[in-house]
């Protein structure tokens, strides 16, 4: 349908205008202008200078202050093979693709930032736990930053769903992903880099099923399985690796030709200091960079979205089977979005992949842990 493709375009007319870039402020918004110039038109943006007056600025670049006010603390480390957690590769025992999240294990704060730093072992490891772990794992920290956003909450009409502290290295990376959450990021140390796309855009990324596995590293973490669900949980994902190795880019290419064929995702990078402003629903790939540390520190602020008309207006046009002449087998996409209810469901498993498929998983992996 043209219709799908002409929409593609006047989106990132109205959102970004017609140099296609996230905008960037120069100081924190008013909560009104906030709330006029982006919440209501879904658009993200950049905020420097949003939290230079944190003391964990310059606190958190000194890893020994972390060490020694986290001393006492046990804190949830993810660990994979590659630093891609919650995202597509093939199982061995399986001639497809699967749905692999991290395993995960409670260390000692220091014995976890010892494998962080760490780049020459088996596996890469991510602070990330999510699920509020700012205010809970990480909760001697809390007056080293704002417990929340003012100029957001009061635009938002709300406090922060979740908060949650993200410390890894360069080898982590966020598959494309959505949330049902206004998400306030804000950067400590190094960089992140960010892959954005519309929620108009959620065809090109050819949401398909996938069984889902988690890794399982032995108890000297020498070793690392990956295991299949059982029962069987199959997740919805998107397929679409932006950054493909050289060998494979034309292969990705022309499996998925409305991505590497159609407009290009915005880029921008978040440095030490700013805020990145994340609408919901938009679809985002992240890879870091580290500072002189070898870390990259960010904290996000969630904020529960509106289920409003745009909320209606997604799932519309999530619903419909788009076919492109250039892509004879993209009708057999499927895009189910399989709810929400923020009453019943964990936290975690709304806001990464909003499936109660992947609810299922990470219940069995908090049954393990325990």
């Given at each position: 349908?043209k219709?799908?493709e002409t929409l593609?375009d006047?989106?990132?007319?109205?959102?970004l205008?017609?140099?296609s870039?996230?905008?960037?402020?120069?100081?924190?918004p008013t909560?009104?202008?906030?709330l006029r110039?982006?919440?209501?038109q879904n658009k993200?943006?950049?905020?420097?200078k949003?939290?230079?007056?944190?003391p964990?600025l310059?606190?958190?670049t000194?890893?020994?202050y972390?060490?020694?006010?986290?001393?006492?603390?046990l804190?949830s480390?993810?660990?994979?093979?590659?630093?891609?957690a919650?995202?597509?590769?093939?199982?061995p025992?399986l001639?497809?693709?699967?749905?692999a999240s991290?395993h995960?294990?409670?260390?000692p704060?220091?014995q976890?930032l010892?494998l962080?730093?760490?780049t020459?072992s088996?596996?890469?490891a991510?602070l990330?736990?999510q699920?509020?772990?700012?205010r809970?794992e990480?909760?001697?920290?809390g007056?080293?930053?704002?417990?929340?956003?003012?100029w957001?909450?009061?635009?938002l009409?709300?406090?922060?769903?979740?908060v949650?502290?993200?410390i890894?290295n360069?080898?982590?990376?966020?598959?494309?992903?959505?949330d049902h959450?206004e998400?306030l990021?804000?950067?400590?140390?190094?960089?992140k880099?960010?892959?954005l796309l519309p929620p108009t855009d959620?065809h090109?990324l050819y949401i398909?099923h996938?069984?889902?596995?988690?890794?399982s590293?032995s108890?000297?973490?020498?070793?690392?399985?990956l295991?299949?669900?059982k029962?069987a949980?199959?997740?919805?994902w998107?397929?679409?690796?932006?950054y493909p190795s050289?060998e494979?880019?034309?292969?990705?290419?022309a499996k998925f030709?409305?991505f590497?064929n159609?407009?290009?995702?915005f880029e921008?990078?978040?440095n030490?200091?700013?805020?990145?402003?994340?609408?919901?629903?938009?679809f985002?790939?992240?890879?870091q960079?580290?500072?002189?540390n070898?870390v990259?520190?960010?904290?996000?602020y969630?904020?529960?979205?509106?289920f409003?008309?745009?909320?209606?207006y997604f799932n519309f046009?999530?619903?419909?089977?788009y076919?492109?002449?250039?892509?004879?087998?993209?009708s057999e996409?499927?895009?189910?979005?399989?709810g929400?209810d923020?009453?019943?469901?964990?936290l975690?498993?709304?806001v990464?992949?909003d499936?109660?498929?992947?609810?299922a998983?990470?219940a069995?992996?908090?049954n393990?842990?325990k």
């Open positions: 349908m219709e799908v593609w006047e989106v990132r007319e109205l959102s205008g017609s140099n870039r996230i905008q960037r402020l120069d100081s924190p909560a009104v202008e906030f110039e982006f919440v209501s993200p943006c950049i905020i420097n949003a939290n230079l007056h944190w964990a310059s606190l958190w000194q890893l020994s972390l060490s020694k006010t986290l001393s006492s603390s804190v480390l993810h660990l994979t093979p590659n630093g891609r919650d995202s597509l590769v093939k199982h025992s001639d497809q693709l699967c749905f991290a995960v294990q409670q260390l704060f220091d976890a010892q962080v730093l760490s020459d088996k596996a890469v991510y990330q736990q699920n509020d772990c700012f809970s990480y909760s001697v920290l007056s080293d930053c704002d417990e929340h956003i003012p957001a909450t009061e635009a009409g709300c406090y922060p769903e979740a949650n502290l993200w890894g360069h080898l982590s990376e966020t598959s494309f992903h959505k959450y998400n990021y804000a950067v400590v140390s190094g960089q880099h960010f892959l959620v090109r398909r996938y069984p889902a596995a988690h890794y590293y108890q000297d973490m020498l070793d690392c399985a295991e299949l669900e029962p949980i199959h997740v919805p998107c397929s679409v690796n932006p050289p494979t880019r034309e292969t990705e290419m030709p409305l590497f159609g407009p290009k995702p921008c990078t978040v030490a200091g700013e805020i990145l402003y994340l609408p919901s629903m938009w985002h790939h992240v890879r960079s580290p500072d002189e070898g990259t520190v960010a904290v996000n969630w904020y529960d979205m509106q409003d008309i745009k909320y209606a046009l999530q619903s419909i089977h076919k492109s002449p250039h892509d004879p087998t993209l996409i499927e895009c189910e979005d399989l929400y923020a009453s019943v469901h964990n975690r498993d709304e990464r992949v499936t109660l498929a992947l609810n998983v990470d069995k992996q908090d393990e842990d």
